[in-house]
């Protein structure tokens, strides 16, 4: 069992920045990559980042690369998402999330297996 902690959302105008946290516990594992998804208000949840823990291979969606950086920190077995260049269409709950394996370029929610509860990122114009 894996738990996880997402906390640094808030409210940001446009052009800003955030860091989101994901702090992990639970059992430990050597392969397994950890992901970021967001979902606005009557849409889908969407792919954002992801990262192998072991290797640090990341992997981002094209509405957020270049403004986003995924990075993790094994001695606090927590992963972070700084987010740059923020803007009103990135409005939604942030949701880290687990995956067994090494892949990251798995984009779909299904092929999660543990998810925090999520936190909320506001960019107001």
């Known amino acids: 069992q894996v738990q996880l902690v997402e906390s640094g959302g808030g409210l940001v105008q446009a052009g800003g920045s955030l860091r989101l946290s994901c702090a992990a516990s639970?059992?430990?594992?050597?392969?397994?990559?950890m992901g970021w998804f967001r979902q606005a208000p009557g849409k889908e949840r969407e792919f954002v980042a992801a990262?192998?823990?072991?290797?640090?291979?990341?992997y981002y969606a094209d509405s957020v690369k270049g403004r986003f950086t995924i990075s993790r920190d094994n001695t606090k077995n927590t992963v972070y998402l700084q987010m740059n260049s923020l803007k009103p269409e990135d409005t939604a709950v942030y949701y880290c999330a687990f995956r067994f394996g090494m892949v990251v370029t798995t984009t779909l929610p299904v092929e999660y297996s543990y998810w925090g509860h999520g936190t909320q990122v506001t960019v107001s114009s």
């Open positions: 990262i192998s823990w072991s290797s640090g291979s990341t």
């Open positions: 639970g059992r430990t594992f050597t392969s397994y990559v």
